[in-house]
């Protein structure tokens, strides 16, 4: 039975720096929603939180167009169908995956969602995750634009993050020696015993510098998602024609003026790169990624964890905890636990 | 007849900072030199002074190891061989090309010195220009680096210098729309005119970043030859899947700890990248370039200028004016005029 009313939340003002309270309005509207032709409403169950999000945030000339003030939040969303428009190819119960944003509800065309399959060893949150623009990012950064080979020396940053773990997966079942740098030591744990890294560096840690350069030495492939110092000593640390991935920068997006790289001259000596990506580019090919990583999600391989945060209404706080390494894993929040079979 | 005495220069110490009249020795020492078994005894004509020499004089990781102290100074040269040891395959006149460094005469190994070809349309000099490194330099970066495209926009820094002009007309010839920095009103006089460029910006103008964001707009390849403040910029101007190729950062050669580039996240959201190269990695691949520049040179559409400093001993000065824009076009220290011929 439709509420009468329903929650959502619009970006209210553009932060300038961190996401503060007055950055997001909560909404909380009439219940007007009813698809039309070939479209279909839509109940959210799990919205994903991403770092790219905050990007979304900024007035700025970027790959997508900034989220507009007033409008709903932008976020890929797990929702159920529960009203289908004529002609539309769903039907109610359908689990779907979109950019559907902070809402609870909404009313979308067929053509902006897709029907998720469910199969033995996923769970419905690995549409966030491995299977999902989190996964897609971990194998195409990785493998496309870092070109990683076995034997190689692979370094991830932010590891312990939902693409960063992915990543590290990926580079070992490739054959790549694995370090991995997170931000405590529970995460350098966990990487270290279940994700099966060679070794994990607190980054907070004193010595982290030193110890770097005495463990890993240089490295061929630097998959970074947070920028900053850590991104400007990783340039200090590349073997010859080394890639650096520029996936993210949870660094520097809460800040109006990063520091910047005073290391980048050593990209002309070690003939190295750094190259930027965005995973959309790499929509057609979703596919071939979906099967390797659903492969290894089957054969009970891929070592995934999910952080939940319950309501929606605390989706800003979600954002903020990726920024201030709050989260170990994919973090998602659960809009609402009804209705949605989340293992088979 | 062989003198008593011959002139060298020698690495005396490592500068912090800018080369002082302390950073370089002057020596002259007896003529002792000999050549042996396939080796020549070479009088230097004309020393080669390129951005790159400044790095060598750092102690730090890099693609060649640094110039030791108490060693000659490293350096391209175009000499004239004086005698030759036994079992070599040059004689007596021949005009070679080597890395024989500051210094009047050296012995150098047959398989270290190159015979050179003057053909029609050629001078002595652009063997250390368009057909030495210096070419090669431009037309691999931009060809294999930046792979820069007809109808693609092209920006080129230090674009009045010896890498930057060829980098400008390789750029035209191959269809690009080809925009030149440059230091001076004179030197954009000359790239508009002489060159071809279709505009050219002195970047010392007050309203330098508002011309190029009018007139510009975006870039596909930007051929960096100077790092810093420029290289920032251009960060923020990149088109999708655009290329920014690291040739060198006189900017940045000079200060101890340069600024650091705080624009480089915008390569993420432009799918753009960054890479550094070293010529030397290229020198199999010589031939092509060379045919291709040799033809321009005899179809006398390559335009280049040569910026000749007398005396063996203002070497080091010549160096310093790389670093405050004193040349227009190959910088070479004229180490004698006796003996060889610059054109046909």
């Not at 897709?114 to 199969?119: C, D, V």
């Not at 744990?189 to 560096?201: H, K, M, T, Y």
Request: some cysteine; aromatic content about 10%; glycine content about 10%.
């Amino acid at each position: 039975m439709a509420p009468t009313h329903y929650t959502r939340l619009t970006l209210a003002e553009r932060p300038k720096t961190t996401i503060t309270p007055s950055t997001f309005k909560r909404e909380v509207v009439p219940f007007d929603l009813k698809p039309g032709r070939e479209e279909i409403l839509v109940k959210a169950r799990y919205v994903s939180i991403d770092p790219a999000m905050r990007g979304w945030l900024n007035d700025a000339r970027s790959y997508v167009p900034p989220v507009k003030i007033g409008e709903v939040m932008r976020a890929a969303v797990i929702a159920e169908v529960v009203e289908t428009g004529q002609g539309s190819a769903f039907k109610k119960g359908d689990v779907v995956f979109g950019h559907f944003g902070w809402t609870e509800y909404a009313v979308v065309k067929d053509k902006h969602a897709e029907r998720l399959h469910i199969q033995p060893g996923m769970e419905i949150l690995d549409f966030l995750g491995p299977l999902g623009p989190t996964g897609m990012t971990a194998y195409f950064g990785l493998l496309d634009v870092g070109k990683v080979q076995a034997g190689e020396t692979l370094v991830v940053s932010g590891a312990a993050g939902a693409t960063g773990s992915i990543v590290c997966q990926i580079g070992k079942k490739r054959g790549a020696k694995v370090y991995a740098i997170a931000g405590s030591a529970d995460k350098c744990a966990w990487l270290e015993r279940e994700v099966g890294v060679d070794r994990a560096f607190n980054y907070k840690s004193a010595t982290f510098y030193e110890d770097f350069r005495k463990q890993v030495g240089y490295l061929d492939v630097y998959f970074d998602n947070v920028g900053g110092d850590i991104l400007n000593f990783m340039l200090t640390r590349l073997k010859q024609k080394a890639r650096i991935v520029l996936c993210g920068a949870i660094a520097d997006y809460n800040t109006s003026k990063p520091k910047g790289l005073s290391s980048y001259t050593n990209l002309i000596a070690q003939r190295a790169k750094m190259e930027g990506f965005i995973v959309f580019d790499y929509a057609k090919r979703y596919p071939e990624a979906q099967r390797e990583l659903a492969s290894m999600l089957k054969d009970g391989s891929l070592k995934r964890k999910f952080h939940i945060v319950k309501g929606l209404e605390n989706a800003p706080d979600a954002l903020n905890l990726l920024f201030s390494g709050g989260n170990t894993g994919k973090l998602v929040v659960q809009v609402s636990d009804e209705g949605v079979k989340t293992k088979l």
